[in-house]
T-cell receptor
Framework: SAVISQKPSRDICQRGTSLTIQCQVDSQVTMMFWYRQQPGQSLTLIATANQGSEATYESGFVIDKFPISRPNLTFSTLTVSNMSPEDSSIYLC??????????????FGAGTRLSVL | AQSVTQLDSHVSVSEGTPVLLRCNYSSSYSPSLFWYVQHPNKGLQLLLKYTSAATLVKGINGFEAEFKKSETSFHLTKPSAHMSDAAEYFCVVSDFYNQGGKLIFGQGTELSVKP
């Protein structure tokens, strides 16, 4: 499997501010994804982070609100912009496709627990 | 379109008794199906995966699931629950060959294990 580190693990933020979440993998991976898990809810895919090009966003998510970077094959960031209390969620990074990873399986980080006041 | 329905939002069992977590799926293609577990304040861990090989899939920690195409079901079972099994369980469907790596998650089932 892969070691996936997310930073920060949790944060409390004021409305109107932005938070950047980092996802670091210990080996090169083909795919990186960002999910949101709202309180008491299931996971929803925000976007696929593409290395060297713009992320691919799912319906209901836009780049201005959730800018994503992926500068290389081991690292990605998700920014939650102009936050409101409705953005309070767990944000999870997942990866798929690497030399040491089983095919067609996504591996998840521990998540970032965000509370917006 | 693909979808997943977990039939129980919460299941409570006694330690040492069997566990059954129910999942039905809808998919236009040949799906891949997964069960993930999420312990409090931890990330998701893959329990098992079905990808059109054997219909009975064995996973980690004594869990297994049976793919039944006629019933569009993929229920998760374990013969004897342990206290450490208490967690949130997600049934997930995907179609890698037609829709890339996108995962569709069920709403989750919270498993409680009583002493």
């Amino acid at each position: 499997s892969a070691v996936i580190s997310q930073k920060p693990s949790r944060d409390i933020c004021q409305r109107g501010t932005s938070l950047t979440i980092q996802c670091q993998v210990d080996s090169q991976v083909t795919m990186m994804f960002w999910y949101r898990q709202q309180p008491g809810q299931s996971l929803t895919l925000i976007a696929t982070a593409n290395q060297g090009s713009e992320a691919t966003y799912e319906s209901g998510f836009v780049i201005d609100k959730f800018p994503i970077s992926r500068p290389n094959l081991t690292f990605s960031t998700l920014t939650v912009s102009n936050m409101s209390p409705e953005d309070s969620s767990i944000y999870l990074c997942s990866v798929e496709g690497g030399k040491h990873l089983a095919k067609n399986i996504q591996y998840f980080g521990a998540g970032t627990r965000l509370s917006v006041l | 379109a693909q979808s997943v329905t977990q039939l129980d939002s919460h299941v409570s069992v006694s330690e040492g008794t069997p566990v059954l977590l129910r999942c039905n799926y809808s998919s236009s293609y040949s799906p891949s199906l997964f069960w993930y577990v999420q312990h409090p304040n931890k990330g998701l861990q893959l329990l098992l995966k079905y990808t059109s090989a054997a219909t009975l899939v064995k996973g980690i920690n004594g869990f297994e699931a049976e793919f039944k195409k006629s019933e569009t079901s993929f229920h998760l079972t374990k013969p004897s629950a342990h206290m450490s099994d208490a967690a949130e369980y997600f049934c997930v469907v995907s179609d890698f060959y037609n829709q890339g790596g996108k995962l569709i998650f069920g709403q989750g089932t919270e498993l409680s294990v009583k002493p």
